[in-house]
């Protein structure tokens, strides 16, 4: 049984941080290329951060560059995001989703709310 499930989020205030952590299990982590969405009320899911199965290699969206850190533990078949430097427009359910060939798998997602 695939199961996916994020935690870490929570409310905290601009400028701080928090660590999202997303554990897998019921298929082969490793060779899954692991990436993190989120969704904004009103908005559409987009891409964060993705990291590969291959060589660990990382991308990110614009808005997150430089503030956001994707890494794998895949002895923990475990994907995690450092999110540094907060702002309320990265108010959003975090999702987590493995990706390989044609096969997605999803988190149920987390809250991250950012506000004084």
């Known amino acids: 049984q695939v199961q996916v499930v994020e935690s870490g989020g929570g409310l905290v205030q601009p400028g701080e941080s928090l660590r999202l952590s997303c554990a897998a299990s019921?298929?082969?982590?490793?060779?899954?290329?692991m990436n993190w969405y989120r969704q904004a009320p009103g908005k559409e899911r987009e891409l964060v951060a993705t990291?590969?199965?291959?060589?660990?290699?990382?991308n990110y969206a614009d808005s997150v560059k430089g503030r956001f850190t994707i890494s794998r533990d895949n002895a923990k078949n475990t994907v995690y995001l450092q999110m540094n430097s907060l702002k309320p427009e990265d108010t959003a359910v975090y999702y987590c989703?493995?990706?390989?060939?044609?096969?997605?798998?999803w988190g149920q997602g987390t809250q991250v709310t950012v506000s004084s």
């Open positions: 019921g298929f082969t982590f490793s060779i899954y290329t």
């Open positions: 990291i590969t199965s291959t060589d660990g290699s990382t």
């Open positions: 989703n493995a990706a390989r060939r044609t096969t997605r798998y």
